[in-house]
């Protein structure tokens, strides 16, 4: 695969991209203003304006605190750009973050109320995990998915960890495979609001511990990182996307099942049925 760029040249004005709106993500959104210290400017969600509008209000980047030391300072911008990124996975799982659109950081920034360097160490982040690309001299594009893709993801999902799971069947007892029923509970949670983004960490989540039973860290980041590419953009309709989300949590349930009884067929065939509707 080829590796993503994560150096981001300078960027033209705002107005050159476009800002989502991201009304399914309030809660990430809330969290960025308590951590930058400054609320969300009515109005700031274009990142351009018109001669016949007057110049929105200046934004004010995240908030140095001069008697702190170097090391708190520090903390708090990561922690901003923590909350910026979880806003933008947000914004990418419900699908407001658009496929093939290019988007600023200074824009991005302007909407969320910060600078637009933590939405620059963020968008980096996210072309490191495959669900953006740099786009010289303009921004970050999100990443298009192709149907191919997203089979040869699976695939390689399947080629990766099925042998792994058939392998643990024989050899975890069932009271380890009883201890992940609440982390597959915790996808049907998800589901059931038709949260994709709380679906999709819960989702990787049940499968890293699966897979940890194997004892391979190796394993677990590999297969972790083809997962993440694999979710992002979303590729069912929002129409969709809640039973989607259903079925696959079911899934998790039966896999527990299966392994708890041992029964070789079944693993097999839910795993990959698994990783080709994912």
């Keep these: 695969m080829e590796q993503v760029r994560t150096q981001a040249p300078a960027e033209p004005a705002a107005s050159a991209a476009r800002v989502p709106r991201m009304p399914g993500a309030p809660r990430a959104q809330a969290a ?11 109005g700031q969600v274009r990142g351009e304006h018109t001669h016949s509008e007057p110049p ?18 520090a903390v708090r911008r990561h922690s ?5 990124l979880t806003a933008l996975r947000a914004a990418l799982a419900d699908g407001e973050l658009t496929p093939g659109e290019v988007y ?5 920034g302007e909407h969320f109320g910060v600078s637009a360097t933590p939405v620059r160490e963020a968008m ?5 995990e495959g669900a953006v690309e740099v786009v010289p001299n303009r921004g970050f594009r999100v990443t298009v998915r192709t ?6 993801l699976a695939e390689v999902r399947a080629l990766l960890e099925v042998p792994v799971l058939l392998r643990l069947a024989h050899t975890v007892p069932a009271e380890r495979w009883a201890a992940l029923r609440p982390l597959a509970e915790a996808t049907a949670a998800a589901a059931a609001v038709g949260d994709r983004a709380e679906y999709a960490e819960a989702d990787r989540a049940f499968h890293r511990a699966v897979l940890s039973l194997a004892g391979n860290d190796q394993l677990v980041s590999i297969a972790d990182d083809l997962h993440r590419r694999a ?3 979303p590729h069912s309709a929002p129409a969709t996307r809640r039973a989607a989300l259903l079925a696959d949590a079911a899934e998790h349930t039966a896999l527990l099942d ?3 009884a041992q029964d070789l067929t079944a693993v097999r065939s839910l795993v990959r049925e698994h990783f080709t509707g994912a």
């Design 32 to 42: 960025v203003e308590r951590a930058s210290g400054s609320p969300r400017i009515p």
């Design 56 to 73: 929105a209000p200046a934004v004010p980047s995240v908030p140095a605190v001069p008697s702190a030391p170097p090391a708190a300072r």
């Design 80 to 84: 901003v750009r923590a909350q910026i």
């Design 104 to 108: 600023s950081a200074p824009a991005l």
């Design 124 to 128: 980096q982040q996210l072309a490191a």
């Design 147 to 152: 149907p191919r893709e997203l089979a040869e």
């Design 231 to 233: 979710q992002w953009p």
């Design 258 to 260: 299966a392994l708890t």
